[in-house]
């Protein structure tokens, strides 16, 4: 059974940064991509970034990729996102989860991105405040 979960949220100021990991276990299938999503309450999720783990090939949302990193250590069972340069638009719960890859061809994007994900850790809450 897949596992995952969330790690390292907390508060930071503006212009600070932040690593937070998706710590996961418990995979049985080759292929798949780990998401970072976020919410914040009375919105609708949005897509942070993500990592398929054939390739290590990395996907964001255009809006962020100059301030966030993902990184993964699929050995390990870890996936990271570094947030730089924080602002309280930033704040929200953020989600990791895992979607399973079963076709060997390169994917668009916009199917890394798209909230259809597989599984879910809990959330980690991110604050961003002064």
């Known amino acids: 059974e897949v596992q995952l979960g969330e790690f390292g949220g907390g508060s930071v100021q503006p212009g600070g940064s932040l690593t937070i990991s998706c710590r996961f276990a418990g995979i049985s299938f080759d292929d798949y991509a780990v998401g970072w999503f976020r919410r914040v309450p009375g919105q609708e999720i949005e897509a942070v970034s993500s990592i398929r783990r054939r390739d290590s090939s990395t996907y964001y949302t255009d809006a962020l990729q100059d301030r966030f990193t993902i990184s993964g250590d699929f050995a390990k069972g870890t996936v990271d996102l570094q947030m730089h340069g924080l602002n309280p638009g930033d704040t929200a719960r953020y989600f990791c989860?895992?979607?399973?890859?079963?076709?060997?061809?390169?994917?668009?994007?916009?199917?890394?991105?798209?909230?259809?994900?597989?599984?879910w850790g809990q959330g980690t809450w991110v604050t961003v405040s002064s």
């Open positions: 989860g895992m979607r399973k890859i079963t076709e060997t061809r390169p994917l668009p994007k916009f199917w890394f991105l798209a909230p259809r994900y597989d599984y």
